[in-house]
C-alpha cells in the first residue's frame, strides 16, 4: 500500500513511488521556498522582508478577499503571513494512509484527502517542533545523532525523517504497533522510547507533512517505506479514524512507570527516603550494584559531554542484572552523583532508561557487563533478588570492545550471536 501526495487542496491525492517522491525533494522551486521560510524564521520576521521582490511576488499573486485580508494586518503579522504563505504551498504527503474514491462536496470523485475516506497503511508519523532554537538545519542534524546513538532505525521500525521546512524541527516515520495502540498512542510510545516530545496535533488520519529537499533527508529506507502495509491496523483502526475517533487509547507511556513519569523536580523521584534505601541495596549475587558500575566506569566519572552516553550504555547493561526493570535500573543510576547532576540539568535520564529496558533482551549478558561480574566475583555466587532473570550467566562476544569499561560512545551490548540462526543479533532490536 503507497502513501498519498495533494498537489494543491483543490486536486485528489495520488499514490507516492521513489520516482514522484525525489522528483518533489529535487524541485528547485521547492528548495527555493523552502531557503525562504528558514530565511525569514532565522530574521525573526524582519520588516525588510516586505520590500523584496519575493514578498511582492506572492502578495500579487494572492485572491482578492486575501489580499484584502492581508491588507489590514500589522507590518509584522503581514511578513509572518508571507511566510507560512511560502510554506503552506509546499508539496504535501500524508504518510499515514491513501484514500478511497468517494465524491467530494461538488460531486467530483477522486481519492480525495478526507477523513471519511481514509484507508490507514499502518506508518506512523512524529512531529517533534522547535528542538532547536536555529532555522538552518544544521542544528537539527546534531539532534537528530544524539538521540538515535547506538539505535538500529531499520530494527526499530524508523523508515524515513527529515528535517522539517522551518529547519528547527524533525519529522520521523515509523512503522506503527498494534500493541502500543492508535497513531497517537503509538507516537507517545515512541516518543518515550526515543526520549523525545511530540506535537499533539499529529492525530488524526488526513494529517499531511510538507516535504522539503533531498538534502534534508535525515534517513530514508525505501525498502518499507513505499511498500508498507499493516492489514491487522488498518481493520482495527480505519473505521474509528472515518468516524473522528483519534484520542489516545491507552494511558501515556510512562504514567504507570518510573514512578509514576517526570516530576517538576525529577532529582527527588528516587533519590530520598525509602527509594533511596533500596537503590543503596540493590544487589546482583551479593554484590552492590553500585560496585558493578564503578568496574563498568573504570573507576572514572565521565565527564561533562560524555555523560548521557555513559549513562544510556549503563542503562542497557544494568537491566541485566535488575530484572529489566526501569525503576530499578533508575534507582541504581542514581546512586550516581554525576546522574542526578544530568537529571536536574533536564537531561531525559527516564525515558532513557524506559527505552532501554524495551530493548530486544538478549540471550547473553553483553561482555563488558560479564567481564565485571567476574572480576568482582559476582558470578560464583548463588543468584539473589534484583538480578537477572534465568540462565543469563554465559560469556558474549562484544564488538569494538575488549576491556570492561564503557569506552568512547561504543555500546558493548551490541552484537551478540544466536544459537539458533548463527547470526548477528542486534540487542537494541524493536521496543516492545
Not at 7 to 35: I, M
Not at 38 to 47: A, E, Y
Not at 78 to 107: H, M, W
Not at 114 to 132: R, S, T, W
Request: proline share 4%; aromatic share 8%.
Amino acid at each position: 500500500m503507497a502513501f498519498s501526495y495533494q498537489r494543491n487542496f483543490g486536486v485528489p491525492t495520488e499514490n507516492v513511488g521513489h520516482q514522484l517522491l525525489f522528483a518533489l525533494l529535487r524541485d528547485p522551486e521547492v528548495a527555493k521556498k523552502v531557503a525562504t521560510v528558514r530565511q525569514v524564521k532565522g530574521s525573526g520576521f524582519d520588516l525588510k522582508w516586505l520590500e523584496t521582490d519575493d514578498y511582492k511576488d506572492w502578495y500579487r499573486r494572492l485572491k482578492p478577499e486575501r489580499r484584502a485580508a492581508v491588507d489590514k494586518l500589522t507590518d509584522q503579522k503581514k511578513v509572518e503571513a508571507f511566510c507560512d504563505g511560502k510554506k503552506t504551498s509546499l508539496p504535501l504527503v500524508t504518510f499515514i494512509a491513501n484514500y478511497l474514491e468517494r465524491p467530494n462536496k461538488k460531486g467530483v470523485v477522486g481519492r480525495w484527502r478526507q477523513k471519511e475516506g481514509v484507508c490507514l497503511n499502518g506508518l506512523c508519523v512524529m512531529d517533534l517542533d522547535h528542538v532547536v532554537k536555529t532555522h538552518d538545519g544544521q542544528a537539527v542534524r546534531a539532534y537528530w545523532q544524539q538521540i538515535i546513538a547506538h539505535l538500529d532505525l531499520k530494527e526499530i521500525g524508523i523508515v524515513m525523517a527529515y528535517i522539517s521546512a522551518s529547519g528547527d524541527g524533525l519529522k520521523i516515520v515509523f512503522k506503527a504497533r498494534l500493541e502500543w495502540g492508535n497513531l497517537i498512542d503509538n507516537q507517545h510510545q515512541m516518543a518515550q522510547f526515543l526520549g523525545v516530545t511530540v506535537d499533539e496535533k499529529c492525530k488524526d488520519g488526513s494529517r499531511g507533512h510538507f516535504i522539503t529537499t533531498e538534502d534534508d533527508i535525515l534517513y530514508i529506507d525505501e525498502e518499507d517505506l513505499y511498500t508498507y502495509e499493516n492489514k491487522a491496523f488498518a481493520e482495527k483502526y480505519d473505521e474509528q479514524y472515518r468516524g473522528g475517533r483519534t484520542q489516545p487509547t491507552l494511558p501515556a507511556a510512562g504514567s504507570d512507570a518510573v514512578g509514576g513519569g517526570r516530576s517538576d523536580d525529577s532529582s527527588q523521584t528516587v533519590a530520598g527516603g525509602s527509594d533511596q534505601k533500596d537503590a543503596e541495596e540493590l544487589s546482583y549475587h551479593s554484590i552492590p550494584v553500585s560496585e558493578i558500575i564503578k568496574k563498568l566506569l573504570g573507576g572514572q566519572e565521565p565527564q561533562q559531554g560524555d555523560r548521557h552516553e555513559k549513562m544510556r550504555g549503563l542503562a542497557n547493561l544494568l537491566r541485566y542484572v535488575c530484572d529489566n526493570s526501569p525503576k530499578k535500573v533508575l534507582a541504581a543510576l542514581k546512586t550516581q552523583q554525576w546522574v542526578m547532576d544530568l537529571i536536574a540539568e533536564g537531561d531525559p535520564v527516564e525515558a532513557t532508561v524506559e527505552g532501554a529496558c524495551r530493548l530486544k533482551y538478549g540471550w547473553k549478558k553483553p561482555e563488558a557487563l560479564q567481564t565485571a561480574l567476574e572480576e568482582l566475583g559476582a558470578l560464583s555466587s548463588p543468584p539473589e533478588s534484583g538480578g537477572a532473570r534465568g540462565g543469563l550467566n554465559a560469556g558474549q562476544t562484544c564488538a569494538g570492545s575488549d576491556h570492561p569499561a564503557l569506552t568512547g560512545t561504543e555500546d558493548c551490548s551490541i552484537k551478540t550471536q544466536s544459537p539458533d540462526s548463527g547470526g548477528e543479533e542486534d540487542t537494541h532490536g524493536s521496543p516492545r
